[in-house]
């Protein structure tokens, strides 16, 4: 029996920082994505996560990813706050295996 490597989705509760970027106030583990999404492309990825129902359909066109060296990230493309993440950087490098997430700087999809 094998078991289908994970990571974290996690739900952010962020607060504006006085120089106009984000900082994370809280996390909330949210569910679970198999590792491979890490590496799909911003359309994808985005796509997955309004099949999952993680983001509603009207979220198209509102949303960005960017790699923090961690997470991947989902932010709400205007103002930049981060709304999810795929928290890879819990994951060991031997279950990463080939894994190499999305590293995409606000790629908007």
């Not at 094998?2 to 952010?12: A, G, P």
């Not at 900082?23 to 994505?33: E, I, K, M, P, Q």
């Not at 923090?68 to 989902?74: A, E, K, Q, S, T």
């Not at 928290?87 to 990463?96: M, N, R, S």
Request: negative net charge; hydrophobic residues 40%.
């Amino acid at each position: 029996m094998t078991t289908e490597k994970t990571v974290r989705v996690l739900s952010i509760d962020a607060w504006r920082d006085s120089e106009g970027g984000w900082t994370w106030n809280n996390w909330f583990d949210v569910g679970r994505a198999p590792i491979d999404v890490c590496n799909y492309t911003p359309r994808r990825l985005l796509a997955w996560f309004r099949a999952e129902g993680y983001l509603r359909a009207d979220s198209a066109g509102r949303c960005a990813i960017e790699d923090d060296g961690y997470n991947v990230v989902v932010l709400e493309r205007h103002s930049r706050m981060p709304v999810f993440a795929l928290e890879y950087g819990a994951v060991d490098a031997d279950t990463l295996g080939g894994c190499q997430p999305a590293g995409l700087c606000a790629v908007t999809a």
